[in-house]
């Protein structure tokens, strides 16, 4: 199966940016590496294997957890792309 391109709304670019200024804050730049290296292969993950994350009932997205960190990649697919919605911490609340 070929790899499908790769989309990121403003609002997961904005989710990463902010992920990375607190990160950095608080824990500092390692850790803050370590968490983005998770989180793009975990999107990596996902462009080779679109199906692997779990469709959500509630909206029209997928969602796959960040293995190491408590992270969700919500997706959506289209026959050509792979739409990134929002990168978000299992805390918050999911979008409808």
Do not use: C
């Amino acid at each position: 199966m070929q790899k499908k391109r790769l989309e990121y709304f403003a609002s997961a670019r904005r989710d990463l940016r902010r992920i990375a200024e607190y990160y950095i804050e608080v824990a500092g730049t390692d850790v803050t590496a370590r968490i983005g290296r998770e989180i793009g292969n975990a999107i990596l993950q996902i462009t080779e294997q679109p199906e692997i994350g779990r469709k959500l009932e509630s909206a029209p997205y997928r969602q796959l957890v960040v293995s190491q960190y408590p992270f969700v990649i919500l997706y959506r697919l289209s026959p050509a792309a792979v739409s990134i919605i929002r990168v978000l911490h299992q805390a918050r609340k999911k979008p409808r």
